[in-house]
């Protein structure tokens, strides 16, 4: 079992829609879970960070975290063609950080 | 807003050959990360390097990979003899804790192409 599955995508839908991008994990170590957004030919830019269970906002933005099923997900409200882009998953429980494939989202005017 | 910043942003090499990868990192960060992004997959863990030393290295980081921080600002990363295999997107990253504690901020990585 892979420590970090994520479905690759791509995710096409339209603008104004709202996006459910998930990641689940095999490692009960992990704490701390991440998600990031890569533009093409660019690095991976941070979105959200989140600690243990739990909800977190931030504007369009939601980040939640189930421990229990080892589920995390990311949910955009709203969504732009300019949120067109690769958002990585990724998680650590002390050092280094573990990412998902990455879900390519595609948001159509 | 303070950035990681990389160059060169494509390195073209012949197989055998020796790079040398070269980072700045975020001025008052202390933890230094290496990844690397090979084509179609996902960001890989190379290393972590805190206090003049790695902390941490991947089964990837063999003998063939150092790691320098050569004077205060500058993070490098070396592969001493290129294989074709190493051509890959790699990203350097910076905390100002540990990654527990504080998320990495990336740069926008150095394109490496081995032939």
């Known amino acids: 079992q892979k420590e970090v599955e994520q479905d690759p995508g791509p995710l096409s839908v339209p603008e104004g829609a709202i996006v459910s991008l998930n990641c689940t994990y095999s490692?009960?170590?992990?704490?701390?879970f991440m998600w990031y957004r890569q533009y093409s030919r660019k690095g991976p830019e941070l979105l959200m960070y989140?600690?243990?269970?739990g909800n977190k906002e931030d504007g369009r933005f939601t980040a939640q975290v189930d421990k229990s099923s080892k589920y995390i997900s990311l949910f955009i409200r709203d969504s732009q063609p300019s949120d067109s882009a690769t958002y990585l998953c990724?998680?650590?429980?002390?050092?280094?950080?573990?990412f998902g494939t990455g879900t390519r989202l595609l948001v159509s005017p | 807003e303070p950035e990681v910043t990389q160059t060169p942003s494509h390195q073209v090499t012949q197989m055998g050959q020796e790079v040398i990868l070269r980072c700045v990192p975020i001025?008052?960060?202390?933890?230094f990360y290496w990844y690397r992004q090979i084509l179609g997959q996902k960001v890989e863990f190379l290393v972590s390097?805190?206090?003049?030393?790695?902390?941490?290295k991947s089964e990837i980081f063999d003998d063939q990979f150092s790691v320098e921080r050569p004077d205060g600002s500058n993070f490098t990363l070396k592969i001493r003899s290129t294989k074709l295999e190493d051509s890959a997107m790699y990203f350097c990253?910076?905390?100002?804790?540990?990654?527990?504690?504080?998320?990495?901020?990336f740069g926008n990585g150095t394109r490496l192409t081995v032939t």
């Open positions: 989140t600690y243990s269970s």
């Open positions: 990724a998680m650590t429980g002390f050092q280094k950080l573990v």
């Open positions: 001025s008052n960060h202390l933890y």
């Open positions: 990253a910076s905390s100002d804790r540990e990654v527990r504690n504080s998320p990495l901020h």
């Open positions: 490692n009960s170590a992990f704490q701390y």
């Open positions: 390097f805190y206090n003049n030393e790695i902390s941490e």
